[in-house]
């Protein structure tokens, strides 16, 4: 049997599907007296479609290729930029963060032109605040 | 069910100053925004949507329109000067735009582009026009059964002609129902799955979802193609003809019945859920080389070949809105960001809109025949002017596209739980692209899974929960047979197709 991205996909979203039903939505989601369709039906109903489904994509995989790992890990490193983006902004406000993370964006993808970099790092978040702040009258995160 | 004066007063809405300013806006950002390669018009429709908070809805959801419409026209640009569609939907054109823009004749093909999107948009909107109201009257008629069962057979319809395997269209519907139950349930209104995070009481945020899904995810995924390096800029070769600057009537005239049928098979598929603008865009390109007296010809510069798929792919706009305004159902992603727009100002798509918010859909109607025109104008000014925003570096396009999301959904939920949400969904709507999941039926799916369920709740009630009632409905049984004939017939498709 060799590995392919359906089987991998199909046995996360078998086991996904098993664990909603049988751990995830007993815990999560309250029982209620009365009414027609119960709370956890439609969710149950959904776990169970996604395992069956997850597990018929496993044994009868399609020839999708997986995206380049490499590509991938690249990925990943600018979703990390972005969490901590996020966590600065909670701390210090957009004013201060978006720059910084316009720069560091703008650099980890190559761009060493300084005009570029000025355009991105200062004239777009300037004109971002001008806009909302002062044209749409509404606070920045 | 609509009055002519209420018809009138919603074209007079349109055509109001304030309202055309704002499709003018919107032509302009989806045009411009269209020409860069990686953005597209359903990405600044997914950032725009929580900036037209503060206004009304018709300007709003009139923008909205405004960018999807000039988001095609923009498409075209890279995909004849490049060879690198700034949308799918223009991948078609790319086959004779670019043969054409080597030869020295980049505006006579943009032009082309224009004129044949604007030929079959306007043809589709008026067939939108026509039909929607008489089929919202039927489409009233239909009970919570029947709409459970038109709800399956479209799940059923979408999961088996979007992507390359029909299981993976379920599991792609039903994660989005699942995402969709978070919150509170619709019949006890007691919270579902929602961790203790308060914040999820009233289900996820459509913005965090959307946008997350439809711009980062595919933001993400740009950057690292992008990663180490900057893109160049592009060399436009010009002949210096005048000629070969422009389409003249003669030219234009000549490629009627090839645009008369690209509007008409784009109109027919934009109206079935699922299909998209691509898939009309190249069965009207083969369709008119099949019919063409010179089929060696295409690919290699025929104007034919432009108006054929630009005709097509621009004609699935309008009539997309077909099963959204009738039945409440989106047939394309792009739909579906209109549904949130409908929503986020207090509004439920459906046969009932027509009947409640009747100046409102003609309103829309109205400023959709205006951005038409305001394209082929806008279209006409700044071609020349598009043709130079290709070679701006993706490096600044995704750092400020980064940043209006940002903003844009921590406006629409008030801080940055929601920004948080997004960039949880980003990750999702990746990893979900990277092993060959559509995020159309995931977006679709969860747009309808409150409606859908609360039909089912309502259906059980009706029937004190004797499910062999719904085959009294003759439309229900009619549409569950249907769906289960589909699924059948994707099953063997997908079956033939993975062992060719």
Not at chain 2, 227 to 240: L, Q, R
Not at chain 2, 414 to 434: C, E, P, T
Not at chain 2, 476 to 483: E, K
Request: net charge neutral.
């Amino acid at each position: 049997m060799t590995i392919n991205a359906d089987r991998i996909s199909g046995a996360f979203f078998c086991l996904f599907g098993l664990a909603m039903y049988f751990f995830v939505i007993p815990v999560y989601v309250e029982t209620a007296e009365g009414g027609s369709l119960s709370p956890n039906t439609m969710p149950n109903i959904i776990s169970i479609i996604i395992a069956i489904s997850g597990g018929i994509l496993f044994l009868k995989p399609t020839k999708q290729q997986l995206r380049d790992p490499r590509k991938m890990a690249i990925t990943g490193f600018y979703v990390l930029l972005l969490v901590a983006g996020i966590y600065a902004m909670s701390r210090f406000g957009f004013e201060y963060v978006a720059p910084v993370l316009a720069l560091a964006i703008m650099w980890f993808i190559g761009e060493r032109r300084p005009l570029w970099l000025i355009s991105g790092v200062v004239l777009m978040p300037t004109a971002i605040w001008f806009a909302v702040t002062q044209l749409l009258g509404r606070g920045l995160p | 069910m609509v009055d002519l004066a209420t018809i009138l007063a919603g074209f007079s809405d349109a055509f109001s100053l304030y309202n055309l300013l704002f499709v003018l806006f919107g032509v302009v950002l989806g045009q411009f925004v269209g020409a860069v390669p990686g953005i597209g018009p359903i990405m600044a429709m997914a950032i725009a949507i929580p900036f037209t908070f503060g206004l009304d809805t018709l300007p709003a959801i009139a923008f909205l329109v405004g960018v999807n419409k000039g988001g095609l026209v923009g498409g075209a640009v890279p995909a004849v000067l490049m060879n690198t569609p700034g949308t799918p939907d223009a991948a078609a054109t790319a086959l004779d735009g670019y043969p054409l823009a080597k030869q020295g004749k980049p505006l006579k093909a943009t032009k082309m582009a224009l004129f044949s999107s604007v030929t079959g948009d306007t043809f589709s909107d008026i067939v939108l026009i026509t039909v929607s109201a008489p089929l919202a009257i039927l489409a009233l008629r239909m009970g919570p059964i029947e709409i459970v069962a038109l709800m399956i057979f479209a799940f059923s319809i979408l999961a088996g002609l979007i992507g390359n395997s029909l299981t993976k269209g379920i599991i792609a519907a039903a994660l989005g129902l699942l995402v969709a139950s978070i919150g509170t349930d619709p019949e006890n209104f007691t919270p579902r799955l929602i961790f203790g995070y308060w914040d999820l009481f009233n289900g996820l945020p459509l913005p965090s979802v959307a946008i997350g899904m439809l711009a980062i995810s595919e933001i993400l995924h740009r950057l690292s193609l992008a990663h180490g390096s900057v893109g160049a800029a592009i060399i436009v070769k010009d002949t210096g003809n005048p000629d070969d600057r422009r389409v003249t009537w003669v030219e234009y005239w000549s490629c009627r019945y090839t645009m008369l049928r690209g509007a008409v098979i784009g109109t027919v598929l934009g109206a079935l859920p699922g299909i998209g603008s691509t898939a009309a865009a190249f069965m009207s390109y083969s369709m008119t080389k099949a019919s063409s007296k010179e089929p060696q010809s295409f690919g290699k510069g025929n104007l034919h070949g432009i108006a054929a798929a630009e005709s097509a792919n621009s004609a699935v706009v309008g009539a997309n809105l077909i099963p959204l305004l009738t039945l409440g159902i989106p047939g394309s992603v792009g739909a579906a960001l209109i549904i949130s727009a409908f929503m986020i100002h207090g509004l439920q798509p459906g046969p009932l809109l027509f009947e409640n918010q009747g100046r409102l859909v003609y309103g829309l109607f109205g400023a959709m025949l205006m951005a038409n025109f305001i394209n082929l104008w806008v279209g006409q000014l700044g071609l020349r002017f598009w043709i130079k925003v290709v070679s701006a570096p993706e490096s600044i396009i995704f750092s400020s596209a980064l940043l209006l999301c940002f903003v844009g959904v921590s406006m629409a939920t008030s801080g940055l739980f929601g920004v948080s949400i997004m960039l949880i969904f980003a990750v999702l709507g990746y990893v979900m692209a990277s092993f060959g999941y559509s995020l159309v039926i995931f977006i679709i799916a969860f747009f309808l899974g409150p409606r859908f369920e609360k039909s089912i709740a309502q259906s059980l009630s009706l029937t004190n929960g004797d499910l062999t009632q719904v085959l009294k409905s003759p439309v229900a049984a009619a549409l569950l047979i249907l769906s289960l004939v589909s699924v059948i017939w994707f099953l063997r498709t997908n079956v033939k197709d993975n062992q060719g």
